[in-house]
């Protein structure tokens, strides 16, 4: 059930309708079943998994919080290894059974095995991890109630592909639950429709330039179509992915639920490192509490830092995707990193110097979304060749995707230095109103096609 289907309107509309007009005490039991029927929508099936994995970090949580030394690791133990090995399976299977059948027999043609990926399973997983690895540290409270806990991991605005959030903030809401305000509600609208202008519009345009380059990246050899083709993907991804999150947080806000902000305009960053705090938020911090921290950090002096540094960016390119692919390009990210921390530490770079800079980590960033979408490493070997052999070829971009490509431009700038979106939202009625029929208005004429494409994070 796509957010973008006259299927979901209608789903969404049901839902909080009934949602304030029962009694307080029933409306987690509505919540959590539009959960699950949000989810079996998809595959029927599948919902027994999430069903079994949220049983399993339930009662490991408890046992966590009444037992004593090596009795709660076991039960951490046993719900990562749950977690993990359920994620694993499904994601990796195919990923390891080839790599070790070409290892023994290269050359020799690999039939995958018929494995369906779980709609969500790579941020619900991580999302249930955190849980019980906070319980541990005692950083969060253990949940009595068995549904509260799987309303938290199946909540359905953000179950399919985040933000990731914590039980600290999905809780804290829950049991100090207040309506939303006029301007929440507002405010949640807007998030909604900014969303789908962004996939709708600008994400599925960019996404016809992309594919139509990636598709045989040597039918179209030379710099120019590399660098646009590859842009457009970037700029696809990026508005699909925070298209989605912000349509997840508005919804979440008709309900009273704050999420956290997932992407920041991340292509205004003056660094890689910046970039990292601008996109995809919920899962670098994810990341860097559980993987980076975990692994010592920067506690262990440079060697150690620089090597906790690229194992979290190795793990977090293999979470996107099971291929040698994704480990490039986390491994790329994580070397850019501690290039980075060597030249000028963490640091955020102001004043001037941040245009070329600017413009330098846009197309660093958009050398590694090669390995992101092409569909081989041979192809992204050509891809990134043909980018820094010479600026010969054609574009494919058109003439109406650049001038998109520059209104989107504009607008980030607008937001980044006078909050110019924020403002909005506390304008006066008739200036949200004009504002409001506008962006339908685009919504309606801009539309870059008929059918409702998926999300590019539903794959990962």
Not at 24 to 47: D, E, G, H, I
Not at 51 to 56: A, E, F
Not at 392 to 411: E, I
Request: contains cysteine; glycine residues 8%; positive net charge.
């Amino acid at each position: 059930m796509l957010f973008t289907t006259l299927q979901f309107a209608v789903f969404l509309s049901v839902v909080l309708s009934l949602f304030y007009l029962l009694p307080k005490p029933a409306r987690r039991y509505l919540l959590l079943a539009s959960s699950l029927f949000f989810y079996m929508a998809w595959n029927p099936k599948f919902v027994v998994l999430i069903l079994g994995l949220i049983t399993i970090d339930y009662f490991a949580a408890l046992w966590i919080i009444h037992r004593h030394g090596w009795h709660r690791k076991m039960a951490l133990l046993v719900s990562v290894a749950a977690n993990i090995g359920l994620l694993g399976w499904f994601k990796y299977a195919n990923f390891l059974r080839e790599t070790w059948l070409n290892l023994l027999h290269p050359g020799m043609p690999v039939v995958p095995l018929n494995i369906i990926l779980p709609l969500g399973i790579s941020f619900h997983t991580f999302q249930s991890i955190s849980y019980v690895i906070d319980v541990y540290r005692g950083e969060q409270p253990a949940i009595t109630s068995y549904v509260d806990y799987a309303l938290f991991v199946a909540f359905f605005p953000q179950l399919v592909a985040g933000p990731i959030v914590r039980a600290r903030e999905f809780f804290l809401d829950y049991f100090n639950w207040t309506p939303p305000t006029a301007a929440e509600w507002r405010h949640g609208c807007s998030m909604i429709l900014t969303g789908l202008i962004k996939k709708l519009v600008f994400a599925d345009q960019f996404a016809s330039a992309a594919d139509r380059y990636f598709v045989n990246p040597q039918a179209m050899p030379g710099g120019i179509p590399a660098w646009t083709g590859t842009i457009a993907f970037g700029l696809q991804i990026f508005f699909d992915f925070s298209g989605y999150t912000d349509i997840a947080i508005g919804v979440a806000l008709l309900f009273g639920f704050h999420f956290p902000e997932n992407f920041r305009r991340p292509y205004l960053s003056a660094s890689v490192t910046e970039f990292w705090r601008r996109w995809h938020m919920t899962l670098s911090g994810w990341l860097r509490d559980y993987i980076y921290i975990g692994l010592g950090g920067n506690k262990h002096g440079a060697v150690r830092t620089y090597a906790n540094l690229m194992a979290t960016m190795l793990l977090g390119g293999l979470w996107h995707g099971a291929s040698w692919n994704f480990v490039i390009w986390g491994g790329y990210h994580g070397a850019v990193l501690a290039v980075e921390r060597v030249v000028w530490g963490r640091g955020v770079r102001k004043g001037w110097i941040r245009v070329p800079l600017v413009a330098l980590t846009f197309l660093v960033v958009n050398v590694g979304w090669v390995f992101f979408r092409a569909k081989t490493l041979a192809a992204s070997l050509f891809v990134v060749e043909s980018m820094f052999t010479g600026l010969d070829g054609a574009t494919v971009l058109t003439p109406v995707q650049l001038c998109m490509a520059g209104g989107a431009l504009a607008v980030a700038l607008a937001e980044e230095y006078s909050r110019l979106l924020t403002k909005l939202t506390h304008a006066p009625a008739w200036i949200r109103t004009l504002a409001a029929v506008l962006a339908l208005f685009v919504l309606e004429l801009f539309t870059a096609s008929d059918q409702s494409l998926p999300f590019v994070y539903f794959q990962f």
